[in-house]
T-cell receptor
């Protein structure tokens, strides 16, 4: 069955610390991969996406993600978290030939001063 | 200019009423979607429209009906609202999905629906 898993429901980090949010997927073939961020009371903003090529993808706001085929993972990272990064983060996948996008359950990030 | 817009942002209504949520995109995209985000933040696709044709219809109640007057608009009409319909509804759009970049979906700000 096709699925997207974000194992961490809630993560708390200190401002300035590094961050890694996990995402694992189960698909018949390598899908397209996305990370979205949802700030409180806001819509979803695309952070970055992976279609092919370099497995380390750079996104907006200083985020990056690495696709690891062997682990079926697409983890999101940021070297130094800012208080404004506190939000809900969603990993999403879509097959290569249609728009049936599936979202993970989300990871809520809290940033401590 | 807002790429994907939704109105209203908040909607509070009584059970049994009929309501509509409007969505417009100015990106020239071919496909538009409606998602429901429940209280646990889980996002689930409800519908998508490509060139006025419904191409995905998840198992949602038939009280929900998408209406697309043109390629730039996909409105969501809900009949006989129930308490369980309370959620945040997101509209999104994308290009032709058969190309790689077409799979990128851009989301509206959401409409928080509260049914009393």
């Amino acid at each position: 069955a096709q699925s997207v898993t974000q194992p961490d429901i809630h993560i708390t980090v200190s401002e300035g610390a590094s961050l890694e949010l996990r995402c694992n997927y189960s698909y018949g073939a390598t899908p397209y991969l996305f990370w979205y961020v949802q700030s409180p009371g806001q819509g979803l903003q695309l952070l970055l996406k992976y279609f092919s090529g370099d497995t380390l993808v750079q996104g907006i706001k200083g985020f990056e993600a690495e696709f690891k085929r062997s682990q079926s993972s697409f983890n999101l990272r940021k070297p130094s978290v800012h208080w404004s990064d506190a939000a809900e983060y969603f990993c999403a996948v879509a097959p290569y030939n249609n728009n049936d996008m599936r979202f993970g359950a989300g990871t809520r990030l809290t940033v401590k001063p | 200019d807002t790429a994907v817009s939704q109105t209203p942002k908040y909607l509070v209504t009584q059970m049994g009423n009929d309501k509509s949520i409007k969505c417009e995109q100015n990106l020239g995209h071919d496909t538009m979607y409606w998602y429901k985000q429940d209280s646990k933040k889980f996002l689930k696709i409800m519908f998508s429209y490509n060139n006025k044709e419904l191409i995905i219809n998840e198992t949602v109640p038939n009280r929900f009906s998408p209406k697309s007057p043109d390629k730039a608009h996909l409105n969501l009409h809900i009949n006989s609202l129930e308490l369980g319909d309370s959620a945040v509804y997101f509209c999104a759009s994308s290009q032709d999905p058969t190309g790689g970049v077409g799979n990128t979906q851009y989301f509206g700000p959401g409409t928080r629906l509260t049914v009393l």
